[in-house]
């Protein structure tokens, strides 16, 4: 399998990734919010005050 960055192959050692590098591009991307997993927005979800009414 390719590194999911550059398309590289893996290096063990940095699994999934080829490199220290590739690894802390997806990190940066995951701190910046770039991905995100699907959902409703967290100020749609109701709370459980919203519930007892």
């Known amino acids: 399998m390719a590194c ?3 398309g590289k ?3 063990p050692a940095y ?3 080829c490199s220290k590098r590739c ?3 997806d990190l940066a991307r995951w701190l ?3 991905y ?3 959902g409703p927005p967290l100020d ?3 709370n459980e005050e919203d519930r007892r009414e």
């Open 4 to 6: 999911p960055i550059c």
């Open 9 to 11: 192959e893996r290096a």
């Open 15 to 17: 699994r999934p990734f």
């Open 23 to 25: 690894a802390d591009i």
């Open 32 to 34: 910046r919010g770039e």
């Open 36 to 38: 995100v997993i699907p």
């Open 44 to 46: 749609d979800v109701p």
